[in-house]
């Protein structure tokens, strides 16, 4: 699978945040988040929920869906 399946990446961009101050706020290695951001790999659904409410969207602003 070659599509980015999320965009923890691009919405961390939109709201002016980085990998780090993200891996502070869940309490994980900069370089997980580093990981999730390349879609090297995902995070659990709950991870998913948090990130949203740290960045204050939706998570369907978070995952793409491709039809």
Same mark, same amino acid.
């Given at each position: 699978?070659? +599509?980015d399946?999320?965009?923890?990446?691009?919405?961390?961009? %939109?709201?002016?945040?980085?990998?780090?101050? $993200?891996? @502070?706020?869940?309490?994980?290695?900069?370089?997980?988040?580093? +990981?999730?951001?390349?879609?090297?790999?995902?995070?659990?659904? %709950?991870?998913f929920?948090?990130?949203?409410? $740290?960045? @204050?969207?939706?998570?369907s602003?978070?995952?793409?869906?491709? +039809?």
């Amino acid at each position: 699978m070659d +599509k980015d399946i999320n965009r923890i990446k691009v919405v961390l961009a %939109e709201k002016k945040r980085t990998n780090k101050w $993200l891996a @502070e706020q869940l309490g994980c290695a900069p370089t997980t988040v580093s +990981k999730w951001c390349t879609n090297a790999c995902q995070p659990p659904m %709950e991870t998913f929920i948090k990130v949203a409410k $740290l960045l @204050e969207v939706e998570l369907s602003e978070l995952v793409r869906i491709e +039809k």
